[in-house]
């Protein structure tokens, strides 16, 4: 009906606009509004368990679940003490006793502090974002309205619109990730409505309320699901130990426990767990994925190099995580904020990197109430690395009509960031293992492979992205290598931020000083022989020779492979194939006596056709009936 330029009916328009507004509710806004409900919902369910337990609700001798260990093995663990004196003394400690060590007030507060500290981050979001310039222009029209006095159906349909946008202004403050994820539903519903020039209009909107979305979820997790794992697994990674030295192992989503005649859900730590990493995991790939403006959501192979990409990023947080856990082990039970110092301290170091590598000086030169916005820039981007590397790009939300910063160069700043991770996983590793905790000590070869393997095998697959995967790959690292002076040298011009400044800079990415490659080349390089032009050198010949031998037994080990291959498929080939080829020669051979051969003077057009009609003449008369025969 479009190609014959038929119009569609009033009633089928609504029902295209009913499938699109439906299928973007399924695929996108009730997807994440469910993820979100079981990430925060699993965190306030375990808010509330610690609070019953600081309340006394959940009295030990009348709740027989609330023990994180049972009496029988706390018994069969008498011969350790579980008293901070016995750490301070340097004596072995196991970490069943961590747990046992916080006291309720701790753990109730340390959750909550982390569920409430990235709202004050939220409504500074939403005070800057385009969205609360429209709502208050909205405001001051219905008052606008109001004050003309046009009756009192305009002033009561006025006051009513009044009390509604009040009430969306507020929703809006205080959950303004969740709003996020409405005015994204909208967007894209009014886009892909859209038709024609509007539609065009409407692509710089849905760009935006994509890149608005996937900042503010970014920096929801980057405060929320950073730390909350990690006071998480602090207090459940000893029943993991516990479990996987028994006979079984359980995993545990909540308990129902009877305090009294009112069943109580006790929620384990797993599901938050669970929850906060393949957050952080997910949001980091779908923020980098934004900001290439939809080129890995397009075919399938996208969606692989997407793969390879979040894969990255959970194998980096998977080994830091632990690793940060352990570290925090190292201080003695109960002794938590350390790592928060640590963590604070890494997070300045991470913001002043940023300040060096990124445009930050320019949220800094337009002076004002901007400052603020500095500030915010810096302090998200250093939340936003505590695990691996990020650049938040937050231009779009400050700087009207402006897109996120693209083809800029981050290969220096990701190494050295990377190298610092690095640096910090080892020593605090090292740390952790050396302490006096008895089920360190005695696995630390490893925990060193694991944690470290999952460091590395995390690195592996950033590379293989980033040089074969990458949209840009080819620009990544387009190096090119000279001699100079008679050093080697390798080189690639890069167009990086450095101090606030973006500008084509020449990295030197590896150079051979002269002794050092005149030694190589005496070696390895090229001498010509004769005046054929043939070349030589002497590590080509001794390669050559060494791997003459590798290669003739690799040779002969695949021709005699491919000679029993021969012979073990002969009976199949007897007997399946061999009927086949003689059945098609003998029908080739059938086709080849039925062909008629044209002489050239039959070849022509009007001798051609005059040789048509008398094969047909001949052929009716083939078909005339027989005298002899009796008609039916």
Known sequence: RALQGIPKTARELKAEKGKVWSRLFFSTLFLSLIFNAIDTGSDILIMIRYFNELMGDQAPSANTCNADISTEERGNNTALSCDRDTWDRGEDFTIKCFPLKMDPQSKFGYTLFFILVPWPFFIYEFFTSRHYEYMKHKFKDIIDEMSQCNG?????????????????????????????????????????????????????????????????????????SSFQPTIQLYLLFPTLVQQVEGDKFVFQVFTVCKAGTIPVIKPDQTISIITSILSLSWCFTAYHATLKRGALDKDLAALFYRA????????????????????????????YFPMLIFLAAHILLMSFLHFIFSDAKKYWQRGGFLNLSFFHYLVGNGLANIYIHNWIRMDPLLLPWSKPLQHVSTLVRQFLFDMIFITENVVLLTIALNSNIIELKESRATYVIVLMGFQLVGLILKCVYYRYLHLWAWLIMDYTTLKEDGHWKCILFSNMYLCGDLKVRKLLLCCVPRPIFKILTFFCGERKLGSGGGSCSVCSALISLLLFPVALVIALIALCFTIAISVLFMPVFIVFFVPCLVYAKCKSERAHHQIVKITESESKPENFLLVETDRNRISMGDLKPDTNCTNL
Not at 161 to 182: E, K, S, Y
Not at 308 to 335: D, K, N
């Open 152 to 224: 009192l159906k305009s002033v009561v349909s006025c006051y009513l619109r009044l009390i509604l946008h009040t009430i969306t202004f507020l929703c809006c403050v205080a959950f303004w990730p969740i709003a996020v994820l409405f005015i994204k539903y909208y967007e894209d519903g009014k886009y892909y409505l859209s038709k024609g020039a509007k539609k065009v209009d409407r692509e710089k909107k849905i760009e935006t309320s994509e890149v608005l979305y996937s900042t503010a979820r970014v920096m929801e997790v980057s405060l929320e």
């Open 308 to 335: 390879v990409l979040f894969l990255s990023v959970l194998f980096q947080i998977l080994g830091r995580l632990f690793i940060l856990v352990f570290f925090a082990y190292s201080f003695g039970p109960g002794r």
